[in-house]
Nanobody, 121 residues
Framework: QVQLVESGGGLVQPGGSLRLSCAAS????????MGWYRQAPGKRRELVAI???????NYADSVKGRFTISKNNTKNTVDLQMNSLKPEDTAVHYC???????????????WGQGTQVTVSS
């Protein structure tokens, strides 16, 4: 089995910073991508940032210039550095990984349990 464990959420004032971390563990052959999604109350889950195996990244327009995604291939971890946080960033943030558990296995999507980010004064 594969597990994604997130850490780093919390309460921060507008303009502040938080760093989210996610570690993938278990039977992993290769990781196609890792990323972060978020879901605010009453809204659909949306992509925040994603990083592919080749290191290329993609960000939601709302976070470009403020958030930075990075990964450690050796440790199978992905981090999200969030700066200049705004109240509208408040949401449960979920780690996502698309990976293979064996050489000839299929790509499978996994999710973390979610971590709350609250931006409020």
């Amino acid at each position: 089995q594969v597990q994604l464990v997130e850490s780093g959420g919390g309460l921060v004032q507008p303009g502040g910073s938080l760093r989210l971390s996610c570690a993938a563990s278990g039977s992993i052959f290769s990781i196609n991508s890792m990323g972060w999604y978020r879901q605010a109350p009453g809204k659909r889950r949306e992509l925040v940032a994603i990083i592919l195996s080749d290191g290329s990244t993609n960000y939601a327009d709302s976070v470009k210039g403020r958030f930075t995604i990075s990964k450690n291939n050796t440790k199978n971890t992905v981090d999200l550095q969030m700066n200049s946080l705004k109240p509208e960033d408040t949401a449960v943030h979920y780690c996502n990984a698309i990976l293979k558990r064996s050489q000839f296995g299929r790509l499978t999507t996994y999710w973390g349990q979610g971590t709350q980010v609250t931006v409020s004064s």
